[in-house]
């Protein structure tokens, strides 16, 4: 493994979907998620998270301590097997060993031996105490650039599940699934250095895990294809690396430097501006990639700041 990561990094990443549901949300029936105030569309970190863990474990022998139909503290007690191969009782599981340097042992393990462990932190104090660690990768949540609308679709099933719906509904099922026709969708996320290459905090986070990340936020969605979510696609991904570990800016004033245009027969006007406001009402809606233009304001950019565009 390469060394922990020393540089803090702010990241854009900007991905769309075409006739398909990106994040359903179970409280609503499935309905893809939105801001119900703006009609903003949203996609969870989690739902984030759980594509680069699955993409993680396609793509590498990383083992992922997230992953379907894992049982964690079976996970757990590797640790402890490793650490503490004389502890057996099952109640001197439940909490960290008195010994300090015993119970960072544990967590360190961990995090050696799990990439998302390592990358997003996790809570392991589930019966089987094996600490927690804040990860130094972190996303927001994802927001689409526009409004959508989700529609309703109806579909039929031809076959039955019964003996007695064949013969009642003559075999026929009626369903819905929830559908964005097209939507934009923005993400930030952040890299802290101390948090990976902290003496005693850090997780280890290595330079390797990095570009895994990278790697990952580029080709996710190539690989969680379902007849739910459509065609998604991640478009570009914008970092903000600095030279330091702590950062030479605030990521907010970083962000802020990324702008996104809604274009149309030549005419390009900032998304939120007033040129936009005044005079895109009689567009058509966004349906493509290419309706949108994403420019990055480097003019003036803080010292120790360096922009890299994948």
């Known amino acids: 493994?390469?060394?922990?990561?020393t540089n803090r990094y702010e990241f854009v990443l900007y991905f769309d979907v075409t006739n398909g549901n990106p994040n359903g949300d179970p409280d609503a029936g499935n309905m893809p998620?939105?801001?119900?105030?703006?009609?903003?569309?949203?996609?969870?970190?989690?739902?984030?998270?759980?594509?680069?863990r699955n993409y993680v474990a396609l793509a590498s022998n990383n083992r992922i301590y997230m992953s379907e139909g894992a049982t964690l503290n079976l996970l757990h007690k590797e640790?402890?097997?490793?650490?503490?191969p004389d502890v057996t009782k099952a109640e001197d599981f439940k909490k960290l060993p008195k010994d300090e340097a015993k119970a960072r042992e544990l967590t360190a393990w961990m995090c050696a031996n799990f990439w998302d462990v390592r990358t997003f932190g996790a809570v392991m104090s589930t019966g089987v105490n094996a600490g927690q660690v804040r990860g130094p990768v972190q996303f927001s949540f994802a927001k689409s650039v526009e409004p959508?609308?989700?529609?309703?679709?109806?579909?039929?099933?031809?076959?039955?599940?019964?003996?007695?719906?064949?013969?009642?509904?003559?075999?026929?099922?009626?369903?819905?699934k929830h559908i964005v026709p097209y939507g934009l969708?923005?993400?930030h996320g952040y890299v802290s250095a101390?948090?990976?290459?902290?003496?005693?905090?850090?997780?280890?986070?290595?330079?390797?895990?990095?570009?895994?990340?990278?790697q990952a936020l580029g080709n996710m969605f190539d690989h969680d294809r379902s007849a739910a979510r459509g065609e998604m696609a991640s478009r570009k991904l914008i970092l903000f690396r600095h030279q330091s570990a702590l950062g030479n800016a605030q990521a907010q004033s970083l962000f802020d430097?990324?702008?996104?245009?809604?274009?149309?027969?030549?005419?390009?006007?900032?998304i939120g501006s007033d040129a936009y406001y005044?005079?895109?009402?009689?567009?058509?809606?966004?349906?493509?990639?290419?309706?949108?233009?994403v420019t990055i304001d480097r003019e003036g950019l803080p010292d120790g700041v360096e922009i890299i565009e994948r």
């Open 1 to 5: 493994m390469s060394n922990p990561v």
């Open 194 to 214: 101390p948090l990976a290459s902290h003496p005693v905090k850090g997780t280890g986070f290595s330079e390797d895990d990095l570009e895994l990340l990278w």
């Open 79 to 84: 640790a402890w097997a490793e650490v503490l």
């Open 148 to 176: 959508i609308l989700p529609l309703e679709i109806s579909i039929t099933r031809m076959a039955a599940t019964t003996e007695k719906d064949a013969e009642d509904k003559g075999g026929r099922t009626m369903g819905r």
């Open 33 to 52: 998620r939105l801001d119900p105030e703006t009609n903003l569309g949203l996609v969870s970190d989690v739902a984030l998270k759980r594509k680069v």
């Open 185 to 187: 969708y923005c993400c």
């Open 257 to 270: 430097r990324v702008k996104t245009l809604r274009v149309h027969q030549g005419a390009a006007h900032e």
């Open 278 to 293: 005044n005079n895109t009402g009689n567009w058509p809606p966004a349906r493509k990639w290419e309706d949108y233009r």
